[in-house]
């Protein structure tokens, strides 16, 4: 399987940014599907963030304007900058991809999960 590995979470003061960056290893995968989710304690892990293998993205309402998602795909690393911080995006915030992985007999379409990293935006 294709394991995921973030950085970049931090404490940050309202109004400043970060940077999440999520780079994907393993042997005989393609990358279909990217993306960054967030979680708060109590509530629902929620899409923040994607970005396909066209170079087409999505976000969520809550961070339009504000976060850009980003790929590399000669390093299949996946970056999430955040502007304009505010305490509502406190959370734990995961890095997802869905990918092919090749070997022996069919080609198998799965999807891996980070392991998480926390931001936390408070004075």
């Known amino acids: 399987q294709v394991q995921l590995v973030e950085s970049g979470g931090g404490l940050v003061q309202p109004g400043g940014s970060l940077r999440l960056s999520c780079a994907a290893s393993?042997?005989?995968?393609?990358?279909?599907?990217m993306g960054w989710y967030r979680q708060a304690p109590g509530k629902q892990r929620e899409l923040v963030a994607l970005a396909t293998s066209d170079g087409s993205t999505n976000y969520a309402d809550s961070v339009k304007g504000r976060f850009t998602i980003s790929r590399d795909n000669a390093k299949n690393t996946v970056y999430l900058q955040m502007n304009s911080l505010k305490p509502e995006d406190t959370a734990a915030y995961y890095c997802?991809?869905?990918?092919?992985?090749?070997?022996?007999?069919?080609?198998?379409?799965?999807?891996?999960w980070g392991q998480g990293t926390q931001v936390t935006v408070s004075s």
């Open positions: 393993g042997s005989m995968f393609k990358i279909n599907q």
């Open positions: 997802n991809a869905d990918y092919v992985m090749y070997g022996l007999g069919l080609p198998k379409t799965l999807s891996s």
